[in-house]
């Protein structure tokens, strides 16, 4: 469904691309999921409440590790960069202090990156934190918008899409009240251009909320 | 699980409208995290009334709300849990479960029990056993105990031996036989007071089974070939409906006979 709309001086088109995802598909971590959108595709697994070492153990919350792995090479400063961002919203995200002393680990493949892949390892993440049975207070989802030279707004960019666009922008939007839990952005724009970024991806996190909640409620009424 | 009173007047309506949702309609559907429940008072009644909000609620000062995603339910008059299918153990008192021997230092024996941490098992915790008398456990036996402490903040302990010390079924078990790990969700299953594929097992072939909380079990049958039978159809029981269960109990039982 293509909304192209006119406010003020910005255009922006407002589509995700196709997403899809799913559960429980790898045996030995405690909770896995792979989210796909459209071309990118990305793997989580989850491992925890599991043993710490005592260098790392923090006395009142669980440990938290995320590991990103490139589909090719070694992993580079890009990905340790990615890792905290993301490290940082599933801390925010998960109850942590039901857990202390103990380590919970989320590691990350890129299976084909084709643009907007902060978004969908945030996306993957928190389908495989719920599948592993964490306590979380709420979820949140990724999205990617990237501005263009004219000063379009475009959701979910391909990797073609972000070269040739002067900033790329992706937000972790959590589930109860649609506020911004995490933001990188890369390029030039406007703080008028960032609000109206912000404001279409607030809407386009929706439809992410409620494909988590059908496929949840299709896994659940299965079994 | 934890007690808590719900006032009569308490209002319950906040701006999160799109994630509250009136428990009654929830009953049976899957909820995620973040999602607040909203329980109906009756405003006549002045007394208090007690909700029991078990594993996956949360309270956080009067909303109710869920912190994991899976099916609520629901059992009278005011016990709402969330259930879910889940493959990592976190040790909860009361539970019994199956451990592995792992180290023996001084009077206590290091037990794994598929947790974040060991348990300690004192070797006083058998029934009979007295200084001079020590039980005899080796490292790599299997023990079936239950948790007599077991949160967050403390090293969990086992016990082998009930309130009035005897072990009642409890203790170092399992010479032959064999150990295998399964959902959380398919123990809870086994050990429902009818279950169902506990019954349609009992058709096939007599054999031993030992079920711990912590999602492991342990089989033995008068030979080796049944052992396995019997525990490739526990492992692949957890994903499948009635009717495919019982076909293939049904193949089984033709075959081995």
Not at chain 1, 27 to 37: C, E, K, L, T, Y
Not at chain 1, 163 to 173: C, D, G, I, N, Y
Request: glycine fraction near 8%; hydrophobic fraction near 40%.
């Amino acid at each position: 469904m293509m909304q192209v709309t006119q406010s003020g001086s910005f255009q922006h088109a407002a589509v995700l691309r196709e997403f899809g995802c799913e559960h429980s598909l790898l045996s030995r971590p405690d909770g896995s999921a792979s989210f796909v959108q459209g071309d990118t595709t990305v793997l989580a697994g989850v491992y925890g409440p599991a043993e710490v070492m005592v260098s790392k153990e923090s006395f009142d919350r669980a440990t938290l590790e995320v590991t990103l792995k490139p589909k090719v090479g070694m992993p580079g400063v890009a990905e340790r960069s990615k890792e905290q961002c993301i490290r940082q919203t599933c801390e925010a995200a998960l109850l942590t202090r039901l857990h202390p002393r103990t380590s919970i680990t989320l590691s990350l493949q890129t299976v084909h990156d084709d643009g907007a892949l902060l978004a969908c390892c945030l996306n993957a993440a928190c389908m495989a934190l719920m599948d592993a049975g964490l306590p979380m207070h709420c979820l949140f989802c990724g999205v990617c918008c990237a501005i263009d030279q004219q000063g379009t707004i475009k959701l979910d960019p391909t990797a073609r899409e972000e070269k040739e666009s002067r900033a790329v922008m992706t937000f972790a939007l959590d589930s109860t009240d649609c506020r911004v839990m995490m933001s990188s952005t890369k390029g030039s724009y406007t703080a008028a251009e960032l609000q109206q970024c912000i404001a279409v991806c607030q809407r386009a996190s929706e439809s992410i909320f409620q494909f988590y909640r059908d496929s949840v409620s299709r896994r659940y009424c299965k079994a | 699980m934890f007690l808590f009173a719900f006032h009569p007047e308490a209002n319950v309506a906040n701006s999160k409208e799109a994630m509250l949702c009136c428990v009654k309609e929830k009953i049976g559907e899957a909820v995620l995290p973040g999602d607040l429940l909203a329980f109906e008072i009756q405003k006549s009644e002045n007394k208090r009334e007690k909700l029991i909000c078990g594993p996956g609620l949360r309270r956080d000062g009067e909303d109710v709300f869920v912190c994991k995603s899976g099916i609520l339910r629901h059992k009278e008059p005011n016990l709402y849990w969330i259930d879910l299918q889940q493959r990592r153990y976190v040790p909860a008192k009361g539970e019994s479960v199956i451990g592995i021997v792992t180290a023996k230092s001084g009077d206590v024996f290091k037990v794994d029990v598929g947790g974040s941490e060991q348990a300690s098992l004192s070797y006083l915790a058998f029934e009979g056993a007295t200084k001079r008398n020590r039980p005899n456990v080796q490292v790599g036996d299997l023990v079936y105990a239950q948790f007599i402490i077991a949160n967050k903040d403390m090293e969990p302990e086992l016990v082998c031996i009930d309130s009035c010390g005897r072990a009642n079924g409890m203790g170092v078990f399992g010479a032959g036989g064999l150990l295998f790990k399964v959902s959380l969700g398919l123990v809870r299953k086994l050990l429902s007071p009818q279950s169902e594929i506990v019954k349609d097992l009992e058709k096939i072939f007599p054999f031993e089974m030992v079920i711990g909380l912590n999602g492991r079990i342990w089989v033995k049958a008068k030979t080796t070939q049944q052992t396995l039978i019997v525990a490739n159809i526990l492992e692949s029981c957890e994903n499948m409906t009635t009717e495919q269960r019982r076909s293939i109990f049904g193949r089984v039982s033709e075959n081995v006979l």
